[in-house]
């Protein structure tokens, strides 16, 4: 149980594109999934805390105008990174808080590579 | 703001040693703490947890301490494998918030 799918694995895209990446709860509600950014031999950075309904909590330094994040249904949030540039080159992972146990459950990720 | 120090960032044991990894919290508030494994390119796999209620727990060949005093925890990995050398990374979370996660170990295990 408590699968979180993460879409697409890895993109690749031109500079100023926008890439849409995607987080889905299989098997439980997420109220709350999290957007962690992991830079090679690096720990995961939050970004971003995304709460269904409202509006998502942006860490310090992080543009909320440029890494959009969307949790429209309690199985669905999508962060979106409008107008790519290489240093938005990264790793990046969502995760949700399942009710079971408390745990942590986090997608797969999604390496994006901007050219 | 909240912190989460991890300790060493490289270790390297032989196979069958023990490895230890230690974490400070800056938090007073977190009370979940979680360990997680990941290999080169994959996600994050959480290998043992520990609430603040408690101050060890053992899973097979892994345990992890808390001592909420000195916002401590720490990893132990006894008879460690070849298959056990990863980037391991300690977090520290408040209910269900946001989870912190320290710098990460990489753990070498040489055969």
């Known amino acids: 149980g408590a699968v979180v799918s993460q879409h697409p694995s890895w993109v690749i895209c031109k500079s100023g594109t926008s890439v849409k990446i995607e987080c889905r709860s299989l098997?439980?509600?997420?109220?709350?999934m999290f957007w962690y950014r992991q830079f090679p031999k690096q720990s995961l950075m939050l970004m971003a805390t995304s709460n269904e309904g409202s509006k998502a909590t942006y860490e310090q330094g992080v543009e909320k105008d440029k890494f959009l994040i969307n949790h429209a249904s309690l199985t669905l949030s999508t962060l979106t990174v409008t107008s790519a540039h290489p240093e938005d080159s990264s790793f990046y992972i969502c995760s949700a808080r399942h009710t079971l146990g408390g745990g942590y459950t986090f997608g797969s990720g999604t390496r994006l590579t901007v050219v | 703001g909240e912190n989460v120090e991890q300790h060493p960032s490289t270790l390297s044991v032989q196979e069958g040693d023990s490895a230890v990894i230690k974490c400070t919290y800056s938090d007073s508030a977190s009370n979940y703490f979680p360990w997680y494994k990941q290999e080169l390119g994959k996600r994050p796999q959480l290998i043992i947890d520990?609430?603040?209620?408690?101050g060890e727990k053992k899973d097979q060949r892994i345990a992890v301490t808390l001592n909420k005093t000195a916002k401590h925890f720490s990893l132990h990995i006894t008879e460690t494998q070849p298959e056990d050398s990863a980037v391991y990374f300690c977090a520290a979370s408040t209910g269900g918030f946001k989870t912190i996660f320290g710098a990460g170990t990489r753990l070498f295990v040489k055969a």
């Open positions: 098997d439980f509600q997420a109220t709350t």
């Open positions: 520990i609430r603040s209620n408690v």
